[in-house]
Nanobody
């Protein structure tokens, strides 16, 4: 079992930046695909992006491509989400998640529920 804890959320004005962190602990050797999801009020979970830990390949939703960047530090078992040029529509609760299987990791055809380990979330609020 892997435990995940997110941090780094906050309130920023449009155009600003934030960096979210996701610290993993437990059976981290079984992590393969790590993902960031977000959920805006009244909406379902949206996959923001993923990173395949085998070769550190990253994949992004069209809505954040060119603005968001995912990275992973093996020495700290920590995944990051660098968010630049933030927009009000980026306002949401952001969650990290991981699963041992690669399936869907490169296409973002993934559902939040299929990830065995999920964090509690960190709130991001972007004002106009």
């Amino acid at each position: 079992q892997v435990q995940l804890v997110e941090s780094g959320g906050g309130s920023v004005q449009a155009g600003g930046s934030l960096r979210l962190s996701c610290v993993a602990s437990g059976d981290t050797l079984y992590m393969n695909c790590m993902a960031w999801f977000r959920q805006a009020p009244g909406k379902g979970h949206e996959a923001v992006g993923t990173i395949y830990l085998g070769d550190k390949s990253t994949y992004y939703a069209d809505s954040v491509k060119g603005r968001f960047s995912i990275s992973h530090d093996n020495t700290k078992d920590t995944m990051y989400l660098q968010m630049n040029s933030l927009k009000p529509e980026d306002t949401a609760m952001y969650y990290c998640a991981t699963k041992p299987l690669y399936s869907g990791c490169s296409t973002l055809r993934i559902a939040f529920s299929e990830f065995q380990s999920r964090g509690q979330g960190t709130q991001v609020t972007v004002s106009s």
